[in-house]
């Protein structure tokens, strides 16, 4: 049960959400059609070409889901936790993925699968920063975890079960930002191409500079005064 959600969390998971949608519009928009805000197609295409000995599938889609682990590894090492907590390293983590996201779209303009490469890592940075907030899911990069929750919630309210309004208000709010985010990415992709990327890295450049102004540290995530 969520018992409460600050205004940060609010703010920060839906701007997020969208910067997801509008990230991964740009991937699915491009010649490749390919999906970089998470790789479960793009496992199960590595599966398949495995299966079916097409090597020049099993270097793209494993090249792919190796970007992504390694930019959710970059977010392990420097937030160090699953759970979002302010007072973690969230600016940092933050700023990198805006860096990643601007030399993905400087490397899209002559290369497009090493910028997707680095698209797609960036967004594994971002799914990495945080997987729960009190109780309940905070996934900002893909909407299973998020649909899933608002279809179980549906199906309590048929039966008649208790019901967690608090989560469902968060999942609605992911859910109506990624939708959001990949509707602004796909109208300006037709107009401004791969440099929708560097908006997506400008967005997530200012949340880290706003984040590490405005949202003070746990006094347990402080350092002790000597």
Same mark, same amino acid.
């Given at each position: 049960? $969520?018992?409460?959600?600050?205004?940060?969390?609010?703010?920060? #998971?839906?701007?997020?959400?969208?910067?997801?949608?509008?990230?991964?519009?740009?991937?699915?928009?491009?010649?490749?059609?390919?999906?970089?805000?998470?790789?479960?197609?793009?496992?199960?295409?590595?599966?398949? !070409?495995?299966?079916?000995?097409?090597?020049?599938?099993?270097? +793209?889609?494993?090249?792919?889901?190796?970007?992504?682990?390694?930019?959710?590894?970059? !977010? #392990?090492?420097? $937030?160090?936790? *699953?759970?979002?907590? +302010?007072?973690?390293?969230?600016?940092?983590? /933050?700023?990198? *993925?805006?860096?990643? /996201?601007?030399?993905?779209?400087?490397?899209?303009? *002559?290369? /497009?699968?090493?910028?997707?490469?680095?698209?797609?890592?960036?967004?594994?940075?971002?799914?990495?920063? !945080?997987?729960?907030?009190?109780?309940?899911?905070?996934?900002?990069?893909?909407?299973? #975890?998020?649909?899933?929750?608002?279809?179980?919630?549906?199906?309590?309210?048929?039966?008649?079960?208790?019901?967690?309004?608090?989560?469902?208000?968060?999942? #609605?709010?992911?859910?109506?930002?990624?939708?959001?985010?990949?509707?602004?990415?796909?109208?300006?992709?037709?107009?401004?191409?791969?440099?929708?990327?560097?908006?997506?890295?400008?967005?997530?450049?200012?949340?880290?500079?706003?984040?590490? $102004?405005?949202? +003070?540290?746990?006094?347990?995530?402080?350092?002790?005064?000597?």
């Amino acid at each position: 049960m $969520v018992r409460k959600l600050e205004r940060w969390v609010w703010i920060g #998971g839906g701007l997020l959400a969208l910067n997801g949608g509008m990230v991964n519009s740009v991937g699915l928009s491009s010649i490749a059609q390919q999906t970089v805000s998470h790789v479960t197609g793009t496992t199960t295409l590595f599966a398949l !070409a495995v299966g079916q000995g097409n090597s020049e599938m099993i270097l +793209r889609a494993g090249a792919l889901v190796l970007a992504f682990a390694a930019g959710a590894a970059l !977010a #392990g090492m420097i $937030v160090k936790s *699953e759970s979002l907590k +302010r007072g973690r390293r969230y600016a940092a983590a /933050l700023g990198l *993925e805006a860096g990643l /996201l601007a030399v993905a779209a400087l490397v899209m303009r *002559e290369h /497009l699968m090493p910028g997707l490469l680095v698209t797609t890592a960036a967004c594994g940075l971002q799914n990495g920063l !945080a997987s729960t907030y009190s109780g309940a899911i905070l996934r900002t990069t893909h909407m299973t #975890g998020v649909i899933t929750d608002l279809g179980a919630t549906a199906g309590y309210l048929l039966g008649r079960a208790p019901v967690d309004g608090l989560r469902a208000r968060l999942h #609605g709010m992911l859910l109506t930002a990624f939708m959001g985010g990949a509707i602004i990415g796909g109208f300006l992709y037709v107009r401004i191409g791969w440099r929708v990327l560097f908006l997506a890295a400008a967005l997530t450049a200012s949340l880290a500079i706003l984040y590490s $102004v405005l949202v +003070r540290p746990d006094p347990d995530q402080q350092s002790p005064t000597p």
